[in-house]
């Protein structure tokens, strides 16, 4: 069915329901003041009808309009209980307190239709847990009501316990009392907790809700404690003005939050025209706003990460909310601000829907920033990384092949002074001098690898890949490489990064298989590196890991590490390459 329909069903039953409520009031052999209570019950049902229905059809994806809606029909089915008919008196007996509860969730939920806080939350289950079990039990411990005299009886009822239908009411009568007076409380903290611009909307329902609510605790309160019919009718009669007013405080809301909604955004227009630096833009959002605690934060393009002004990487916090800004259906910027102002979701994307052209330009200098901040890390990084590379190799010669030709050198001296003298001792001497060198030049022909293999120089990457994968313990797969080359640095960034991470394979991963493929899309070289094995890489563990990251953000790149625990690795790096 769809929301049109849905609609006309419930405006259409609400009026029937009130038609027949008023044809029962009026037929009553018992009920008092008949005028009185059609025009109560018909006035408030139908407020809350019409009202929900206008808000349901103006904002479908909010809450407040069926709330509205189930208030106005559990208002009227209540008047079932002033009905001659046994049934229909025993159902609006049992459902009279109903109304009060969604009213106290529609207050609370007010104004996106879902109540967040967990306080909030708790109140309104209460309510409905002592308006629903109250009323039950009570309806199943009397059969007559002293205060209905001449009513029908209560088909519900199992016991004729009056005492204890008493006793139970006057503990769920002075329960709801509490309960409502903590929901006051909660609108009161929520209008002290808004911006003077959200102020203006939330006026009109936050005054009449807390008012009704003060003065319903007072009707239950004063219901238990005084015999004065008098004072028992005068306050009653203006808890139910007041949540008469509840509706059409709702109506009022609305054109207030839509006066102050243009006037913010017509604000913030202003505003931008007058920007002159980086900092106006945020300071404009925030006057139009009413939050000096706001602040911005920026998408990084092709990359899921956000930026402040300045480039930094950052995190919005969890107490704070956030509305993101699209522009063309992608995220370019996002809001932080007071979690209040998220109650009001339509101001914040006409905000930011006013701002976005703004933003873009921030975010482009924001961006600007993060790759400066990036270079000159990963220039600070690969300074020490060569440091530290070019110590390593000299370790390595020290302690490799530079012992072997010392080695070398003795054992040929030796062989020199026996050649004479002793010839079969001056060969074997000669032999092992010919093996030393033969392990020398293996480790020379590695170091040499290490720095910049001959192969990807003389027959490029898929010849210097296939070789890696040929050398590695684990048996690796080559998907086919594209055809033409790659620009040298482009190519010398990937076979490292598949040196790389075919070495952690090995060491680390108890892989039983691997693959490596290099593809060109859009204008990058996407290299990646896939392993079975036990998975858990991470970047900020080990140099290795980091020297890539270095060497691909050197060329604007990304290196991306994908590594659950038990599922693999997937090691991509994104490397920009020129068409040609």
Same mark, same amino acid.
């Given at each position: 069915?769809?929301? @049109?329909?849905?609609?006309?069903? =419930?405006?259409?039953a609400?009026?029937?329901?009130?038609v027949?409520?008023?044809?029962?009031?009026?037929a009553?052999?018992?009920?008092?003041?008949k005028?009185?209570?059609i025009?109560? +019950?018909?006035?408030?049902?139908?407020?809350?009808?019409?009202?929900?229905?206008?808000?349901?059809?103006?904002r479908?994806?909010?809450?407040?309009?069926?709330?509205?809606?189930?208030?106005?029909?559990?208002? +009227?089915?209540?008047?079932?209980?002033?009905?001659?008919?046994?049934?229909?008196?025993?159902?609006?007996?049992?459902?009279?307190?109903?109304?009060?509860a969604v009213?106290v969730?529609?207050?609370?939920?007010?104004?996106?239709?879902?109540?967040r806080?967990?306080?909030?939350?708790?109140?309104?289950?209460?309510?409905?847990?002592?308006?629903?079990?109250?009323? +039950?039990?009570?309806?199943?411990?009397?059969?007559?009501?002293?205060?209905?005299?001449?009513?029908p009886?209560?088909?519900?009822?199992?016991?004729?316990?009056?005492s204890?239908?008493?006793?139970?009411?006057?503990?769920?009568?002075?329960?709801?009392a509490?309960?409502?007076?903590?929901?006051?409380?909660?609108?009161?903290?929520?209008?002290?907790? =808004?911006?003077?611009?959200?102020?203006?909307g939330?006026?009109?329902?936050?005054?009449?809700?807390?008012?009704?609510?003060?003065?319903?605790?007072?009707?239950?309160?004063?219901?238990?404690?005084?015999?004065?019919?008098?004072?028992?009718g @005068?306050v009653?009669?203006?808890?139910?003005?007041?949540?008469?007013?509840?509706?059409?405080?709702?109506?009022g809301?609305?054109? @207030?939050?839509?006066?102050?909604r243009?006037?913010?955004?017509?604000?913030?227009?202003?505003r931008?025209?007058?920007?002159?630096?980086?900092?106006?833009?945020?300071?404009?959002?925030?006057?139009?706003?009413?939050?000096?605690?706001?602040?911005?934060?920026f998408?990084?393009r092709?990359?899921?990460?956000?930026?402040?002004?300045?480039g930094?990487?950052?995190?919005?916090?969890?107490?704070?909310?956030?509305?993101?800004?699209?522009?063309?259906g992608?995220?370019?910027?996002?809001?932080?601000?007071?979690?209040?102002?998220?109650?009001?979701?339509?101001?914040?994307?006409?905000?930011?829907?006013?701002?976005?052209?703004?933003l873009?330009?921030?975010?482009l200098?924001?961006?600007?920033?993060?790759?400066?901040a990036?270079?000159?890390?990963?220039?600070?990084?690969?300074?020490?990384?060569?440091?530290?590379?070019?110590?390593? +190799?000299?370790?390595?010669?020290?302690?490799?092949?530079?012992?072997?030709?010392?080695?070398?050198s003795?054992?040929?001296?030796? =062989?020199?002074?026996?050649?004479?003298?002793?010839?079969?001792?001056?060969?074997?001497?000669?032999?092992?001098?010919?093996?030393?060198?033969?392990q020398?030049?293996?480790?020379?022909?590695e170091?040499?690898?290490?720095?910049?293999?001959?192969?990807?120089t003389?027959?490029?990457?898929?010849?210097?890949?296939?070789?890696?994968a040929?050398?590695?313990?684990?048996?690796?797969?080559?998907?086919?490489?594209?055809?033409?080359?790659?620009?040298?640095?482009?190519?010398?960034?990937?076979y490292?990064?598949?040196?790389?991470?075919l070495?952690?394979?090995?060491k680390?991963?108890?892989?039983?298989?691997?693959?490596?493929?290099?593809?060109?899309?859009? @204008?990058?070289?996407?290299?990646?590196v896939?392993?079975?094995g036990?998975?858990?890489?991470d970047?900020?563990r080990?140099?290795?890991?980091?020297?890539?990251?270095?060497?691909?953000?050197?060329?604007?790149?990304?290196?991306?590490?994908?590594?659950?625990?038990?599922?693999?690795?997937?090691?991509?790096?994104?490397?920009?390459c020129?068409?040609?």
């Amino acid at each position: 069915m769809t929301r @049109g329909r849905v609609l006309w069903a =419930a405006g259409t039953a609400g009026i029937a329901l009130g038609v027949v409520v008023a044809l029962l009031v009026a037929a009553s052999d018992w009920a008092d003041d008949k005028v009185i209570v059609i025009v109560q +019950l018909l006035l408030i049902g139908w407020s809350f009808l019409g009202a929900g229905l206008f808000a349901w059809r103006r904002r479908p994806a909010n809450r407040v309009g069926p709330l509205m809606v189930a208030v106005g029909l559990t208002w +009227l089915l209540s008047g079932f209980a002033c009905s001659d008919l046994p049934l229909l008196f025993a159902i609006g007996y049992l459902i009279g307190a109903i109304p009060f509860a969604v009213v106290v969730h529609l207050l609370l939920a007010y104004p996106t239709g879902r109540v967040r806080e967990p306080l909030s939350r708790a109140v309104v289950v209460l309510a409905y847990a002592v308006a629903g079990l109250g009323s +039950l039990l009570v309806s199943l411990l009397r059969v007559h009501d002293s205060g209905a005299e001449g009513s029908p009886d209560n088909l519900f009822a199992l016991f004729d316990a009056p005492s204890a239908a008493n006793a139970v009411e006057a503990v769920a009568t002075l329960m709801g009392a509490v309960i409502v007076l903590v929901a006051g409380g909660l609108l009161v903290r929520r209008w002290l907790n =808004a911006t003077s611009l959200q102020r203006k909307g939330l006026a009109p329902v936050l005054l009449t809700g807390t008012l009704f609510l003060a003065f319903l605790a007072i009707t239950l309160t004063v219901d238990q404690l005084s015999d004065s019919v008098a004072i028992e009718g @005068g306050v009653g009669a203006l808890a139910a003005l007041l949540m008469l007013a509840v509706p059409y405080a709702y109506l009022g809301g609305v054109l @207030g939050s839509g006066y102050s909604r243009a006037h913010a955004v017509g604000s913030l227009i202003d505003r931008i025209n007058q920007v002159a630096n980086r900092q106006s833009l945020r300071d404009a959002m925030a006057e139009s706003l009413g939050d000096p605690t706001l602040d911005l934060v920026f998408k990084r393009r092709e990359r899921d990460e956000w930026v402040d002004a300045e480039g930094r990487r950052c995190v919005a916090p969890g107490d704070r909310g956030v509305t993101e800004i699209l522009r063309d259906g992608e995220p370019i910027a996002a809001i932080i601000h007071r979690a209040s102002l998220a109650d009001d979701p339509e101001l914040m994307r006409s905000v930011g829907s006013a701002a976005a052209l703004a933003l873009e330009n921030d975010r482009l200098q924001a961006e600007l920033r993060a790759r400066v901040a990036e270079l000159q890390e990963s220039r600070a990084n690969i300074l020490a990384f060569g440091l530290a590379e070019r110590r390593r +190799l000299e370790r390595d010669l020290h302690d490799g092949a530079q012992q072997r030709l010392v080695a070398l050198s003795l054992q040929v001296n030796l =062989a020199r002074a026996k050649l004479e003298d002793d010839p079969a001792t001056a060969a074997s001497l000669l032999d092992s001098a010919r093996e030393e060198l033969r392990q020398a030049l293996g480790e020379l022909r590695e170091l040499a690898r290490g720095i910049h293999p001959a192969v990807l120089t003389d027959q490029g990457l898929e010849a210097a890949v296939s070789a890696l994968a040929e050398r590695s313990p684990v048996p690796v797969t080559v998907e086919p490489l594209p055809a033409e080359r790659l620009p040298a640095q482009v190519e010398a960034v990937a076979y490292f990064v598949v040196a790389e991470s075919l070495t952690n394979v090995v060491k680390y991963a108890g892989a039983d298989e691997a693959s490596v493929s290099v593809e060109r899309v859009n @204008g990058h070289a996407i290299v990646e590196v896939r392993d079975d094995g036990v998975g858990g890489a991470d970047v900020g563990r080990g140099t290795g890991l980091r020297g890539l990251a270095d060497r691909v953000a050197a060329l604007d790149g990304k290196l991306e590490i994908v590594s659950p625990t038990g599922e693999g690795t997937l090691v991509r790096a994104a490397i920009p390459c020129a068409s040609s």
